[in-house]
């Protein structure tokens, strides 16, 4: 029976995917742990540590079918340790061999390396669809770059844009993302087998061998000294998680701005049969929207909850390190719903043109005040351009006259400018400086990457 959202099944999969779950599910942790056990008594049998037959009896012990979950909770749980239980039952598969299991080093040895390993699990599915979200990102922002809207500031419309400039802004966050993701990997998968202390005491010189052969095993690179009071690997990886997160809470709460009645430039998909409202039967609300900007908040607190296991106790203590236990699964968890959700939204994404048109001209050309204060200044000079641009504005705003129609009857605007040339200024679609250029080119630095 759940109580997370993570774990009801009528909630988890808004907030998760199957997917994603299932690496950080209780099966594939204890097998994670299972497989560093393995790596290390195979590495050990081949260096002379222990018997030549211990490495491959404890690794043929060292599988979750031989383990059952609800058994080795229940004496964790009389045990108060949260690995105990687990290594007396591969001591108990072992046989004979069972002496050697865990040899030499200590339980967030196995615990770290194994949480390492479900994470290049997690890394291989944020990867793979941080880069589907730039790829569908790259799709739009070359078919809309030309696709005049109202760019706006402080909520407000301030100078005409392209749906597709817009799109290339998050773009080029994804290409960064991908850039950390990958720079991250070499620092961040990395496993710790060093002992109590971090010294390797109990193995004495051919310790640091036993490690970098059992984590070679893994697939993890290896450290030059212990990790276990320095959590910068984890929180690092955490970060690039929240900024991931950040711009896709971005862009979710910006395609829900859009989505507004008032305002109607894009919509989400909707099939049939979906339903916005228990009570008002013609609702289509901004679902998907608003439930990939609802995770950023909960990951970004995840992520400072990791930063805060950044100060430990001594060579290690639990009171820090419990914290991942709980923010990287989440981090992890909720990232992979917002990640399904875009890649689901930019999929199906409805750009409406047409009412991106009628918002550029709902002020009646005033958002182009700024082209005709350029064009004006060229004679006049930039400050007094402003002074009577504004003024011009703002007695079209109160006094709702066209602006169109007072930059026609006033003296100082018609003794430099025609009425045709201000026509043609008042013209939205003219003035996007260098939107569609600036697409092309973080698309040509995203391909010319190597990503794509």
């Known amino acids: 029976m759940g109580s997370h959202v993570l774990d009801l099944r009528m909630l988890q999969n808004n907030f ?91 339980t967030q040895d196995i615990t770290d390396t194994g949480t390492i390993l479900q994470l290049k699990e997690a890394n291989e599915i944020i990867r793979r669809d941080t880069k589907k979200v730039a790829e569908l990102l790259m799709g739009l922002a070359s078919k809309y770059k030309d696709t005049p809207m109202p760019g706006r500031t402080h909520g407000m419309q301030g100078l005409p844009t392209t749906f597709g400039f817009k799109l290339a802004v998050v773009l080029s966050e994804f290409e960064r993302h991908l850039e950390r993701l990958k720079a991250a990997e070499t620092r961040v998968l990395t496993g710790v087998l060093a002992g109590g202390v971090g010294t390797y005491a109990a193995l004495g010189s051919i ?80 679902a998907i929207f608003e439930g990939i900007a609802s995770l950023t908040k909960p990951i970004l607190h995840s992520v400072a909850l990791l930063h805060e296991s950044l100060v430990m106790e001594h060579e290690r203590d639990a009171m820090s390190w419990r914290s991942e236990w709980i923010a990287l699964p989440e981090i992890c968890l909720y990232l992979s719903s917002q990640l399904k959700s ?72 018609s003794a430099v400018l025609s009425e045709e040339q201000i026509i043609q200024l008042l013209d939205p679609s003219q003035y996007t400086g260098l939107a569609s250029q600036k697409v092309d080119e973080v698309i040509a630095s995203i391909q010319n990457g190597g990503e794509f």
């Open 207 to 286: 310790g640091p061998e036993v490690e970098e052969k059992a984590l070679k095993l893994l697939e993890l690179n290896a450290p030059n000294i212990c990790w276990h009071s320095s959590r910068d690997r984890i929180s690092e990886y955490g970060s690039v998680l929240g900024l991931i997160s950040g711009s896709l809470g971005k862009l979710g709460n910006e395609f829900y701005n859009l989505m507004r009645t008032e305002i109607d430039e894009v919509e989400e998909p909707f099939a049939a049969g979906n339903v916005g409202s228990t009570t008002m039967p013609h609702k289509r609300n901004p």
């Open 16 to 106: 998760s995917t199957e997917e994603m779950r299932s690496v950080w599910n209780d099966e594939n942790r204890l097998q994670k742990i299972l497989d560093v056990e393995a790596a290390l008594a195979l590495a050990e049998s081949e260096l002379g540590v222990i018997p030549e037959k211990a490495g491959s009896a404890i690794k043929n012990a060292a599988k979750i079918v031989n383990f059952d979950i609800e058994t080795i909770a229940n004496e964790a749980a009389k045990l108060k340790h949260s690995l105990m239980a687990t290594v007396n039952h591969l001591q108990s598969l072992s046989g004979e061999y069972g002496e050697y299991v865990h040899y030499g080093v200590t």
């Open 342 to 413: 875009m890649i689901t939204v930019l999929q199906g994404l409805v750009v409406k043109p047409e009412n991106m048109m009628r918002n550029l001209e709902v002020q009646g050309g005033l958002l182009l005040s700024e082209r005709v204060m350029f064009a004006l200044s060229e004679k006049v000079g930039k400050q007094t351009a402003h002074h009577i641009v504004y003024e011009i504005a703002m007695e079209s705003t109160e006094q709702k006259t066209p602006f169109k129609t007072l930059l026609i009857q006033n003296d100082k605007v």
